[in-house]
């Protein structure tokens, strides 16, 4: 009996993983969410490190909105590979005041990207491999910066840390069309 038992959850155990995640958060709260994760999320980004580039070099990120909704697009562009575009889809958001935590995680229009995910949150952990031997060296996300994931559907991940590049305010003539972000004011040479 025993040992029908322990076989029993033995073979229950592994369909525990395929359980989709249910967001206890009404449909209102998980809109409005979303909205403000994507609010704060959208803008230019440098990129200061990352963990499974594979080569790629990429050194700036642009994050926007898909006309007019919360559904974000990424572009990543580096020296080496120009520049890509991840078009997200079904965005999920999470929010909390005071820049405690703020995330968006889509899935990928793309063929081998799966989903994306940007995050920001008060504390961060460092990003670590998981394997024994670790894969590659801990990356430190300071705070104040971005954690950007990009998971392919071979279940490898990528990992970047963002920082975003602040905007300024130039005046402007009227009419004349806007440059963001700002190009640097001019010196006084006095």
């Not at 403000?36 to 230019?44: H, I, K, P, T, Y």
């Not at 050194?59 to 580096?78: E, F, I, N, P, R």
Request: proline residues 8%; glycine residues 8%; aromatic residues 8%.
């Amino acid at each position: 009996m025993l040992t029908r038992t322990i076989a029993a959850l033995c073979a229950i155990a592994p369909l525990a993983g395929c359980v989709s995640y249910q967001d206890p958060r009404t449909p209102e709260q998980q809109k409005l969410a979303l909205q403000r994760a994507a609010n704060e999320l959208v803008g230019s980004y440098t990129i200061t490190d990352s963990r499974n580039d594979d080569g790629r070099g990429y050194t700036q990120a642009v994050v926007t909105k898909q006309d007019g909704s919360d559904q974000l697009s990424l572009q990543l562009m580096g020296p080496a590979t120009g520049a890509i575009t991840l078009a997200g889809s079904d965005c999920r958001g999470w929010y909390v005041e005071n820049h405690r935590y703020t995330a968006m995680q889509c899935d990928a229009l793309t063929g081998e990207v799966n989903f994306f995910s940007l995050l920001r949150q008060a504390n961060p952990e460092p990003v670590n491999s998981g394997t024994i031997p670790a894969s590659f060296a801990t990356m430190a996300v300071p705070e104040g910066s971005y954690r950007f994931d990009i998971a392919d559907n071979s279940g490898r991940h990528h990992y970047y840390v963002l920082t975003k590049t602040p905007l300024q305010q130039v005046p402007e003539a009227p009419g004349a069309m806007r440059r963001w972000p700002a190009p640097p004011a001019p010196r006084s040479s006095q």
